[in-house]
Nanobody
Framework: QVQLVESGGGLVQDGDSLRLSCAAS????????MAWFRQALGKEREFVAG????????DYRDSVKGRFTISRDNAKNTMYLQMNSLEPEDTAVYYC?????????????????WGQGTQVTVSS
């Protein structure tokens, strides 16, 4: 079992920055891939960014490339999402997710574990 707890959401203005954290506990993560998804009101959950825990290889959705950075701290078993130049369109509940294996999938159905979510609201 893997437990994931997100933190760091909040209300910010257009152009501001936020850093989300995902603290992971449970099984070892060397063979896992972790990711951030988001879900806006009335919309489907979408992939934001993913990272292979062992190698640190990353992947992003096009709309956040150059603005968001995913990273992890092996010693703390924590994943981060640094979000810069936030836009109102980034407003959503952000979820941390984990899956077995090294493939960074953008499909939420392929992830085995989820956090409870943290709200990010960007006002214009």
């Amino acid at each position: 079992q893997v437990q994931l707890v997100e933190s760091g959401g909040g209300l910010v203005q257009d152009g501001d920055s936020l850093r989300l954290s995902c603290a992971a506990s449970g099984r070892a993560f060397s063979t896992h891939t972790m990711a951030w998804f988001r879900q806006a009101l009335g919309k489907e959950r979408e992939f934001v960014a993913g990272i292979r825990w062992s190698s640190g290889r990353t992947d992003y959705r096009d709309s956040v490339k150059g603005r968001f950075t995913i990273s992890r701290d092996n010693a703390k078993n924590t994943m981060y999402l640094q979000m810069n130049s936030l836009e109102p369109e980034d407003t959503a509940v952000y979820y941390c997710a984990a899956k077995y294996g090294s493939y960074i999938s953008s499909r939420y159905a392929e992830y085995d574990y989820w956090g409870q979510g943290t709200q990010v609201t960007v006002s214009s």
